[in-house]
């Protein structure tokens, strides 16, 4: 059991840290302050099914995923 919760811990281990790379930044830099950034683009308004979106929510479960895994192998000694 010890040796698949390892096994596991290193898969999810490797899935975040690729999640986290893809992700991109969200700094504008001086586009946001020269141009005053609207929010009524339709890139704005379909947030929701975007890639940034999705890779968020990955990162967030495998993150879950990886705090249970290393909580179950402290608990089996």
Known sequence: ???ALIVALVIIS???I???MLQPSK???LS???GGGSADTYYAKNKAK???VV???ITVLTAILFALDVI???LIK
């Open 50 to 52: 975007t890639k940034e």
């Open 18 to 20: 690729i999640s986290v």
């Open 72 to 74: 179950a192998l402290n």
């Open 32 to 34: 946001g302050f020269v």
């Open 14 to 16: 490797i899935v975040l």
């Open 55 to 57: 890779m968020a929510r």
């Open 1 to 3: 059991m010890r040796i």
């Open 27 to 29: 700094t504008n830099g």
